[in-house]
Each structure stands twice: as structure tokens, then as C-alpha cells.
């Protein structure tokens, strides 16, 4: 490995932050005009679009959009050999349908995927200006990437399309995600997601106050789920995320789903687990009525950077020049497949916010600044180092 490059001081941290204020209004509208295009997984072309514009009004090389969607460009570096990725999805969980519109208050705006991650995309398509503002210059190649397809049966499609395509080696990589300033994330756990449906199969067709219809046969199936985690497996973690079941009150469901996810640090515990679940499905099948399917939408692979590494080292200096306390945890998106690769990566936060994953998300926006100075004092850092992968 060669030589670190030495850690930034509090000052020079401090100093960037306060010269970051004069792109206020740009990055504030960038949030907003993010926050309010819905992008569906799978349906992301007009936030696609929305990035490839900025990144033409910034002069960018090479801006292209590849076959799973995503949108790429360059900024060149002074040393041509070596290239660095800053990455954000730009899927969010809401429909099409669903209203997207920004509300701006004191110090905060709120709405429908704002930090997740309306929020990323925007600071990834105002980098540049941040950059520029600064009067910095990296020698690295910096590409700037938004991907498709990260979340449920995406599966982190578009960083695995872009990992298995591009014809640049990655030296670094940065993940950006609007929550929580503080996050900093240099593992993966294990994981497998998926979907449990019943259908009755028309058994209950008419109102029995002795029955439950599809919810009876669901019920017993996360109870069993639950057990799991206590008995069999106590290392691993089956999270229930959503059960879906009827339309009123008096008519029971013929069909129900739950959706599921199984987390461990071992991936033959996740295999283990998953395959409990296929038998446990597959015992209710045969006695039950009507019909009862599992089917597996993502996987990934535990992977872990490394808490000595010199880029997490590098970040846990950065965010306590800043007065902000880390928050390691492991991940389950893009740092996923890009840890598969041995690419040296982090995902950092990059404000405070609250009621992720809600209608009314909100975002701080003072804490923004915090969030750039730490995302451009570890990009240099990157830049400036020759470290390899040590996980």
C-alpha cells in the first residue's frame, strides 16, 4: 500500500463548509426539482433526465445513459489512469400517482422521497459546483453515477449493470444517501428478500364469523417466521416489512401477502434460514385450501471493508472535525455490489432528517453543508491515496 495522505484539520473541514453557503440556492433548487419527480423503480427515466441536464449545464464528459437505465458522466482529472465513482440511486418507494410535491418551511422541506433520496440525486448533480466553489482540482477521473432499479425487486439492478459494463477501473467509490448525517456504512450484511402470498382459491365467500379467510393461514406463517429468529437461528433477523390484506370489515380476504426480509453477517445462515422459510411455506401448501407461494426477489452477499481501513479512518476524522458522532451500520444497497467487486466504498449520509419512508420525509437544511463538507474532505482523501481493498 502506498504512503496515507495526511487527515484534513477541523479548519480546513470548517473552511469548506462556510464557503459551500454561496450554493444555497442552486442546491436548495435542485432538492426541490428532485424531490418532485416521481421515479418509481423501474420507471426512472424523467429523474434520469433531469440529471443528464445539469450534468450538460456543468460541461461534463461523456454523459450516457446505459441499457438499465442509468445516467453516467465524467469529470475529468489531471491523471487520466485513475478513476473515482460517486454514486446515489435515484428510485424511490412512491408511485407515479402519488403526489410528490415539495413543502418548504424553516430550515427544513418535506414530501414524498425527499431524503430517499431526492436528496442524493440533487447533490449529486450540484458536486460539480460544490467542487468548483472550492477551487478544487482532482487528479482522479470522477464519475458520477445514478442508479436504477436499487430498491425490492430491482435488486441493485443498475449498479450491477454498471459494474459488469463499464470499461473504467474504479479505485474508490462514495454512496450517497439523503439519511442520516452521521451514517457511515463500510459493511454489508447477508440478505435475502421476498414475498409470501395466500389465496383462498374462493373458500370464503361470504361473510363467516367463524373464518378469516387468506389472514388465518398468513397469520400462522409470521408467527412461525417470528419463531425463527428465537429458536432455530438466533443470529440472523427475519424482519416482517408489510402484510397486505383485505378491503373492509365484514368480508374476509381471499388473498394475503406479507413481505419479508432475512439479514445475518453469515451468508449460509441467510441460505439456511431461506430455505427453512421454503419448507415452512411448503407445509402450509399442502394443508391449506387454497394456494400458498414464496418467491425470492434480492440477494446480497455479506462484504466488509474493514473499521482500520484508511478510507473509514478517513471518514471517522472527517465527520468528528465536523462534531458529528458516526453511526456505523451495515448496508443492504449499491456499497452491496460494490464491495462484491473489492472496490474500496462507504455510504455517508449526508443531513438529518425524519419519517423516512413517509409521506411528509423531511430533511434539515442547514445540516446540508455538514453533509458536502464530508462528502468533498473524503473525496480528496480518495483522491489523493493509492489504497487497495482490505476486507
Partial sequence: MTKEPAQKTTD????????????????????????????PTGLERAVTQFLSDRFSEGWLNDISRDQAGNVAAVLPGTDVKRNLLVAAHVDKIWGESEDHTVNVGVGRMSGRGIADNGLGVAVLATLPLVLEALEIQLKSNLILLGTT?????????????????TDREIGAALCLEGMNLGRLSYSCLGMARGVISVDSKGSFSSPDEHSSGAIACLNELVRELLELNRDEFPETKILIGSIEAGSGYNVPPGRAMVRFEIRSEDADLVERVETEVKSLVGQKEVGYVGEVNVEM???????????????????????????????????????SALLDQKIPSLTLGITKGENRHAPDEMIHLEPIFDGLAQIVSVLQFMDASGFEFEG
Avoid: W, Y
Fill in 297 to 335: 426477489i434480492a440477494h446480497r452477499q455479506p462484504g466488509n471493508l474493514g473499521a482500520d481501513h484508511p478510507l473509514v479512518k478517513e471518514a471517522r476524522n472527517t465527520l468528528s472535525c465536523l462534531g458529528i458522532r458516526p453511526n456505523v451500520e451495515p448496508s443492504i444497497s449499491e456499497l
Fill in 12 to 39: 480546513q473541514i470548517l473552511d469548506n463548509r462556510q464557503s459551500l453557503s454561496k450554493l444555497r440556492e442552486i442546491l436548495f433548487a435542485n432538492i426541490i426539482m428532485a424531490g418532485e419527480i416521481p421515479s
Fill in 149 to 165: 432499479r436499487s430498491f425490492g425487486r430491482g435488486d441493485l439492478a443498475g449498479m450491477r449493470f454498471f459494474l459488469e459494463h
